[in-house]
């Protein structure tokens, strides 16, 4: 908060306390008991414009939801406890001490619960949990600064909503301070990805307050949350997958995504490629085609530089991605004629 807005909400309180004290007076009342009230209502005022200036709505509906149902379940109690003879004398303080009771308990528990809240409000009617589960996706670190979930949203081939949590936002602005060169050219990267994301209109981008306080790793948060939403974590970290299936979550690998659309190639078939530099065994050779896939090339060490020709002789799946083994397309040798001489 800044200091001229801390100023203006003092003199806003002070000023309030001032004009109660002065029509306290006036109506010849002791004027210092109504000048705290409306200094304390005042503070009560600043106090509730300020959350709510930093809440989305979504979370101001869930808490007049809840504090609406706390206060019509606090009367149905109370009203037929009216009815036995010695309370009502005390009507009015039964009914203020269980309406404050249960409007407090209704907003903290609708804040607690807000995600399940609001998918029972505004996702369950006319959605199956299939279709709620396909049209809402929530974006992980790695995905945003990998950066291809944008080219995908461009192609039309996600649907739904795109989620992106707060804390993730807030690892990502942390890489970005990194010390090192390198993180911090990958955390800018994130923050420009979710700048074009938020502008592209093909997918809508929502970003998203909830939290776990009590859960500091980053990824156990993001199942929490997908679990909560009822929604699919994108993702392109391998053991983020095998925790979600642990947990029984919907995650949607990208690199899994990208190697299912390469083209498949057959024993047999044949290459041409460029061979690049030496592999791990001897007198073998890498090469890479255009969209990275690794091609080991059995006696390429000899055709470093060159364009080759080779023959596909097997196809290894990897976690990530795939290695393609060949070996050198050796050209058919030309027979040689031999010619005899015949004396004459």
């Given amino acids: 908060m800044k200091i001229e807005e801390l100023r203006l909400r003092i003199l806003f309180i002070i000023l309030v306390a001032v004009v109660c004290y002065g029509i306290s007076l006036n109506l010849h009342?002791?004027?210092?008991?109504p000048a705290l009230v409306g200094g304390w209502v005042a503070t009560l005022i600043v106090v509730a414009?300020?959350?709510?200036?930093q809440t989305s709505v979504r979370v101001i509906i869930i808490g007049a939801f809840g504090l609406t149902?706390?206060?019509?379940?606090?009367?149905?109690?109370?009203y037929p406890l009216l009815l036995i003879a010695?309370?009502?004398s005390f009507a009015p303080y039964i009914l203020l001490l269980t309406n404050l009771i249960f409007a407090t308990v209704g907003v903290t528990v609708a804040a607690k619960r807000e995600t399940e809240i609001y998918n029972f409000l505004f996702r369950s009617s006319g959605r199956g949990a299939g279709a709620s589960q396909g049209a809402r996706k929530v974006l992980d670190t790695s995905v945003i600064i990998d950066g291809r979930i944008l080219d995908l949203c461009k192609t039309g081939f996600i649907e739904g909503t795109l989620i992106i949590p707060?804390?993730?936002?807030?690892?990502?602005?942390q890489i970005a301070d990194s010390s090192s060169s390198t993180k911090r050219a990958r955390g800018r990267r994130g923050l420009d990805m979710v700048n074009k994301l938020q502008t592209q209109e093909n997918v809508p981008v929502e970003i998203v307050d909830k939290d776990f306080p009590e859960i500091k790793e980053v990824d156990t948060k993001l199942l929490r949350l997908g679990k909560l939403m009822q929604a699919t974590v994108l993702t392109n970290d391998y053991n983020l997958r095998k925790l979600a299936k642990i947990q029984d979550v919907q995650v949607l690998n990208i690199n899994e995504l990208a190697t299912s659309l390469k083209p498949i190639l057959l024993p047999?078939?044949?290459?041409?490629?460029?061979?690049?530099?030496e592999g791990e065994n001897p007198d073998q050779g890498v090469a890479y085609l255009e969209d990275g896939t690794m091609v080991v090339v059995e006696r390429g060490k000899k055709r470093i530089g060159q364009q080759t020709e080779v023959t596909v002789t097997s196809v290894l799946q990897t976690t990530t991605g795939k290695m393609i083994f060949t070996e050198v397309r050796e050209e058919p040798r030309r027979k040689r004629t031999r010619v005899t001489k015949i004396a004459r």
């Fill in 29 to 33: 009342f002791s004027p210092w008991i």
């Fill in 86 to 88: 010695p309370l009502k």
């Fill in 166 to 173: 707060n804390f993730v936002l807030t690892e990502i602005g």
């Fill in 69 to 78: 149902l706390g206060v019509i379940l606090a009367n149905l109690i109370a």
């Fill in 49 to 53: 414009e300020r959350g709510l200036s």
């Fill in 268 to 277: 047999g078939e044949s290459l041409r490629i460029n061979v690049i530099k």
